[in-house]
């Protein structure tokens, strides 16, 4: 083999670091040559690093090198490597791109050069913190960590560059640097000049762009369209003209949720978990009885998802009749099986409180991290679980006395007799599904470590009773009977429910949640199913997230910390807005953080003068240029190239849901209506419509198609914001087919001739004040504030005329039958008057009720 890097080239830094690792594995000939030299005979520009393998193929990419030299090294892929690799290069270059770009080429300093990347610093910092592992992938070093060393590498080897805060990036970062490989890679690149070694390389790069002004930017960014053929071209126009007619038939479904705008038999479930000790822990603190903290809490819930429009087809829960009998139904199945055992278990106990402590009454200092605050049963820091009598420092939660080590006699999962039977089902379930890389990393983690027998049963009250004799004062441990809740809600709803939960062949299912409970989905309910031989359907595609994070820290409901589902109705902003927003920050790859700051971006910028705007004015154009009624179109080459440009995104929409990237695929919305808002700024129909014949046929195309994409949007809108989608339907009074199916070519829904409705804006801009006050209410004691005292007497009769005032302007613009767009603006000005006069008179803000305003 052959390597060949370059002196000033930034990716010969971790392909020499990983060749270093992988010495003496094969014979390597490294080969130092000049920038302009072409070493592949196939590229046309120069192009460093380059491996050349023994059989003559070339590996050009940093990151594939260095998994070459990993490999050869012994070194086993894992999905969390995987996934910092791709964090690499969509985050952190274009970031560090920039940092050194601004310090090397032109001379700047300081937080100018840390600006750009120190949100990606913070990321690395935060992920080593939490995970408590030297490295980024675990206790080893893997190739994520030399790869992202090699990269930070120019930056940081100045200290004023790594921030003294980051702790955990700085020991990191030493560790790496300190080692015999890395430190050859650093001299032979850099020649002892330092980060200046790059001036050559970069100099040759495009100036970055403003990435703080990409974030926040209102204007519509520019697309760079994708090259076509004439056969796309084709096959796009001969779908968009059969238009409705190439609808399937309409299926008798509700509620819009994806799978359901493709006509699939979908069934949509959720509920409330309601026993364990979390459950008796909260009654005990409320003063009420177990049941009924749960009726309390159900409602609450049920509440907050109907608030959010969440369209579930029931929302059930555990406390039910079915529960018990399905899950002692599985556990005597199990029992019969030889695939449960009894054993003797020490646990704590509280001679005060007289009674065995379950891991919810029980907290210390966690053994693995030193977390101070460690449950019973899991840390909430590391994320390993524990068991009770492992913590250091125990203290009963409810009295705080020291509980003592007693022993009781207790049930047990035989996992590791299950073991080859999840191993066999999970080789042939992983290839070719979509479960999350998260999701494969933590099970391959459980298998790695080897399956232990798990305890399925606690000395409580409040749960599903154990139906054996010896073991009637017990009930099972909730992470046994919780996620049998799935088969009770079902069988609650309906009673075909063995259709769904005992026909693996036919049924694919979909489970969502956060990482911390793929063990138990993943893990011990097929175990549970696998062993009670009853043709259970087990999990196709495990989708779990990341962590959301709060601002600059965590969520924090002791603390008053960070907004949460039963407070999002407080704020004056609609559930749509929300859905959009946590939507687009979804934490699918990685942990991200919602911030007051970046929602009223995105608020004003995609959804206020991107999407809105784009729609509003498709709509418009039609009301006032063409008497309400959709003009007839003649498609040019441009407008057939447009149509095919929105059917190929709309197609990458659907490649994008289908393997459940939800965040991505909300770009995909926000990408068609950019092309829409260009494509009415170019052709100007607003000018057109007064010139001669043909410039006015040209803006009846224009309108007509621009008309047929706010159409599609607003199907491709449902799953993100059904309440705008239905808006949007209402006004263009789309027809019912088109309204309930999504097709996967764009068609032309509302034909020449069709009438729409009355349109009107959809979005309201957010303001700095309120997103302030809001941010400020959140950042903690917010459950502990005291009530809003109200302005002085002549500010609020000041407030009241201008209220009247303003009042009379919109009377007389009605009246007068003025413009809608002027109409709406006043009305929106009499709205934030209305506002404010409440906030003055220290009146709770109402959420706006009828049409939504711009």
Same mark, same amino acid.
């Given at each position: ?46 192009? $460093? ?7 003559? !193929? ?23 490597? !995987? ?29 100018? $050069? ?90 040759? /790069? ?10 926040? &930017? ?31 038939? +309409? ?11 493709? *006509? ?46 969440? &369209? ?21 199945? +199990? ?62 939660? $409810? ?5 003592? $080590?007693?022993? &009781? ?77 799935? +088969?009770?809600?079902?069988?609650? @709803? ?15 299912? @979909? ?88 929602? +009223?971006?995105? !608020? ?11 729609? !509003? ?122 309204? &309930? ?52 007497? *002549? ?26 767009? /002027? ?32």
């Amino acid at each position: 083999m052959r390597l060949f890097v370059s002196e000033g080239a930034p990716g010969s830094l971790p392909v020499l670091a990983a060749a270093g690792r992988a010495q003496g594995r094969a014979e390597l000939l490294i080969s130092t040559v000049g920038p302009e030299e072409c070493v592949v005979p196939f590229l046309t520009r120069p192009k $460093v690093p380059v491996l050349q393998l023994d059989s003559g !193929n070339y590996l050009f990419s940093t990151s594939a090198i260095c998994r070459y030299f990993f490999l050869l090294s012994g070194w086993e892929q894992d999905d969390l490597t !995987n996934q910092w690799l791709e964090w690499e290069a969509t985050e952190l270059q274009p970031a560090l791109s920039a940092a050194l770009y601004y310090l090397v080429v032109q001379g700047k300093k300081g937080e100018d $050069v840390l600006g750009p990347v120190r949100r990606a610093l913070m990321h690395i910092d935060h992920s080593l913190s939490r995970r408590s592992c030297p490295f980024l992938a675990g206790e080893t070093e893997s190739l994520a960590d030399i790869v992202l060393w090699g990269a930070l590498y120019p930056l940081l080897q100045d200290p004023s560059y790594l921030p003294e805060e980051l702790g955990a990036l700085h020991s990191w970062f030493q560790t790496l640097s300190s080692q015999e490989p890395c430190q050859r890679a650093a001299e032979t690149v850099l020649k002892q000049q330092g980060v200046l070694a790059l001036r050559p390389y970069l100099q040759k /790069q495009p100036q970055p762009g403003s990435l703080e002004g990409r974030l926040i &930017s209102n204007e519509p960014e520019e697309e760079e369209l994708a090259t076509l053929s004439e056969e796309e071209i084709a096959v796009a126009v001969a779908a968009w003209e059969k238009g409705l007619e190439s609808l399937p038939p +309409l299926r008798p479904q509700q509620n819009p949720v994806y799978s359901r705008l493709r *006509q699939w038999n979908t069934l949509y479930l959720c509920g409330t978990d309601e026993y364990g000790t979390a459950t008796e822990t909260k009654a005990m603190e409320e003063g009420l009885t177990p049941q009924e903290i749960c009726d309390k809490y159900h409602v609450i819930h049920a509440d907050i998802y109907r608030w959010f429009n969440i &369209s579930f087809d029931f929302f059930g829960r555990t406390t039910t009749p079915q529960q018990t009998k399905i899950t002692q139904d599985i556990f005597q199945r +199990l029992l019969a099986r030889g695939f449960v055992l009894q054993d003797t278990v020490e646990q704590l106990r509280c001679e005060h409180c007289a009674r065995f402590l379950a891991d919810r009454f029980v907290e210390g200092v966690c053994p693995f991290c030193g977390y101070e605050e460690a449950r019973g049963d899991q840390c909430d820091k590391c994320g390993k679980l524990i068991n009770a009598i492992e913590l250091k420092k125990p203290q009963c939660k $409810v009295c705080r006395s020291c509980p003592v $080590v007693k022993s &009781s006699q207790h049930l047990f999962l035989d996992l590791p007799k299950l073991g080859a039977r999840v191993e066999e089902w999970l080789e042939k379930t992983l290839p070719g599904s979509d479960w999350t890389p998260n999701a494969r990393f933590i099970i391959r983690s459980w298998l790695r470590d080897g399956l232990k027998p798990r305890c399925i049963t606690r000395d409580l009250k409040w749960g599903t009773p154990v139906p054996l004799e010896g073991f009637e004062d017990k009930v099972f441990y909730v992470w046994f009977d919780a996620t049998i809740g799935y +088969l009770s809600i079902t069988a609650n @709803y309906t009673d075909q429910w063995e259709k769904w939960w005992k026909n693996p062949e036919q049924v694919n299912l @979909y489970q969502f949640m956060a990482k911390d409970n793929v063990p138990f989905h993943g893990i011990v309910f097929p175990s549970s199913a696998l062993g009670a031989e009853d043709n259970y359907t087990l999990v196709s595609h495990l989708i779990a997230t990341e962590y959301l994070n709060y601002e600059d820290g965590k969520f924090s409901k002791s603390r008053g910390v960070g907004v949460f589902g039963d407070m999002a109705q407080d704020t004056g902003i609609p559930a749509d807005i929300w859905r959009f927003y946590l939507l687009y920050i979804r934490p699918e790859g990685q942990d991200s953080a919602f911030s007051w700051t970046d929602m +009223l971006f995105k !608020n004003n910028s995609e959804l206020l003068n991107n999407l809105g705007n784009f729609i !509003n004015r498709a709509g418009m154009f039609v009301s006032k240029f063409f008497g309400g009624f959709v003009p007839e179109m003649v498609l040019t080459s441009d407008d057939q190239r447009l149509l095919t440009h929105v059917t190929l995104e709309l197609q990458h929409y659907h490649q994008l849901l289908e393997k459940v990237r939800i965040r991505d695929a909300l770009r995909s919305i926000l990408t068609i209506s950019r092309h829409g808002n260009q494509y009415i700024q170019v052709n100007e129909p607003w000018k057109r419509i007064k010139g001669g014949e043909a410039d006015r046929q040209r803006a009846g195309t224009v309108t007509g198609l621009a008309v047929n994409i706010a159409a599609l949007l607003s199907v491709m809108l449902q799953p993100y914001m059904p309440t705008v989608s239905a808006t949007i339907q209402a006004q263009l009074q789309l027809p019912p087919p088109a309204r &309930s199916i999504l097709p996967t070519n764009f068609l032309c829904t509302l034909p020449a001739g069709h009438q729409i409705g009355t349109v009107s804006p959809l979005f309201q801009k957010l303001e700095n004040d309120q997103i302030e006050s809001l941010k400020q209410r959140f950042s903690g004691g917010q459950a502990k504030a005291s009530p809003k005292t109200a302005a002085g007497p *002549q500010q609020i009769q000041a407030l009241t005329e201008e209220v009247t005032k303003q009042g009379n302007i919109v009377r007389e613009l009605k009246a007068q039958k003025a413009d809608k767009n /002027q109409i709406a603006a006043e009305v929106a000005k009499l709205l934030d008057l209305k506002k404010q006069l409440a906030q003055a008179e220290g009146k709770p803000l109402e959420t706006p009720k009828g049409k939504k305003k711009k």
